[in-house]
């Protein structure tokens, strides 16, 4: 066996006589613990959150948006429909017509988005999964809409209100007098269901017909505001994002789900690192008591540590033997820590104890990633540690 690991095994396992060292390196051990332990279930949370996050853009948000690159429209022609058609890789798309337009309800009003979609929009987003109320558009019911829980609460709207529709409104274009009379074109739907989401997606949408939103913004048969496209590998979607671009031309803007929501993804990655970061500082506040146990090991065993110096062991092999047991102490300590954070991650996701809502458990997610980042990081700063702490062994301090 290793001789410095062999007697670091021993001074680490063995009582010593003074009490306060092994109070000490009980003290150490446990800091350890709970290092690992809060660093590996924040880590998890954040994991699972960052997940929660993004199913619900999911729901919000196709994989692929092409838009017009100047102003608000643009026409779908022949070229456009081959290269969506001939590729690959799209599972799906849908053209779309999305304008910000006025809701009126009984005496309430509110600034909104329509979006009118095609029968095949559910394909897209599967924005259907997310109806907490009522159906989805039927092709059969024209004149109806889907609204966000949001638009509902703040207009005190409810489903198949038949003798109350909501009105939809629209500026009408032009330039100089404006009729205030006649300066709207106007739409009543009947709605027919409630879609929930994020609190933006929730106050955003009116969902209509195409043929309605075109109808009532007067646009021609072939005129749309964009595509949403649903692709078979989502993994591959920079890249079709790069490759659609080059080959639709600098008319048209192509938008990754991440580009559509840059803001978004940057906040939830931020808030990931810097609580890295904060509990990554506690394990290090916790390794200080590793170093204070080692070092007050040292001055315990200088009687001993000048034996082995006079039996021929080297400088070198007794700092090693501190380095060892500091080592030695980290790891079994983020060992526990680990063992304990997997179970309750594991106890969360299963039977979820701790809960955001009545019916919504925090999301929490178990991720190879996060072992990896947990024992990387507690195992360099814990030898760091006890590379420190076995400084303090010179020559002139055993033979004094």
Not at 113 to 132: A, R
Not at 384 to 396: F, L
Request: aromatic share 12%.
């Amino acid at each position: 066996m290793n001789f410095p690991l062999y007697i670091a095994k021993r001074y680490l396992f063995s009582k010593t006589s003074n009490n306060a060292i092994n109070i000490i390196t009980i003290i150490a051990s446990f800091g350890v613990i709970v290092g690992a332990l809060a660093l590996f279930i924040i880590l998890s949370g954040f994991s699972g959150l960052r997940t929660f996050s993004y199913s619900l853009l999911d729901v919000s948000d196709p994989d692929i948006k092409i838009t017009a690159s100047k102003g608000k429209t643009f026409l779908y022609t022949k070229n456009v429909q081959q290269n969506l058609e001939n590729n690959t890789s799209i599972d799906a798309f849908s053209k779309i017509v999305e304008e910000r337009v006025f809701l009126e309800y009984n005496d309430k009003s509110e600034i909104a988005f329509i979006k009118g979609v095609e029968e095949n929009y559910n394909s897209i987003t599967h924005i259907d999964s997310v109806l907490n109320l009522g159906n989805w558009l039927d092709k059969e019911l024209p004149k109806t809409a889907v609204v966000g829980n949001g638009i509902s609460r703040k207009l005190s709207l409810g489903i198949l209100n038949f003798g109350a529709p909501l009105s939809i409104m629209v500026p009408k274009p032009g330039v100089g007098f404006i009729n205030p009379n006649n300066a709207f074109y106007k739409m009543d739907v009947q709605i027919v269901g409630l879609y929930s989401g994020t609190e933006d997606f929730e106050n955003k949408f009116v969902f209509v017909s195409i043929n309605d939103a075109k109808n009532l913004l007067k646009y021609k048969e072939n005129q749309f505001t964009g595509i949403e496209i649903k692709l078979k590998d989502t993994s591959e979607a920079d890249l079709f994002a790069e490759e659609l671009q080059e080959q639709l031309g600098s008319q048209f803007k192509v938008q990754t789900k991440q580009q559509l929501n840059e803001v978004f993804y940057k906040v939830i990655n931020t808030e990931n690192f810097v609580s890295y970061l904060i509990f990554t500082l506690i394990v290090i506040i916790a390794l200080f008591n590793v170093i204070g146990a080692i070092i007050m090991m040292i001055i315990d065993k200088k009687s001993n540590l000048k034996t082995l110096f006079s039996l021929g062991a080297t400088i070198k092999e007794i700092k090693k033997i501190f380095v060892m047991q500091g080592f030695l102490l980290t790891f079994l300590g983020m060992l526990i820590g680990l063992t304990l954070g997997v179970l309750l991650v594991i106890i969360q996701k299963q039977f979820g104890l701790f809960m955001i809502t009545q019916n919504l458990p925090y999301p929490v997610e178990f991720r190879f990633s996060n072992l990896f980042i947990v024992i990387a990081t507690i195992t360099v700063l814990g030898f760091i540690a006890s590379k420190i702490a076995s400084s303090r062994i010179t020559k002139e301090f055993i033979e004094r």
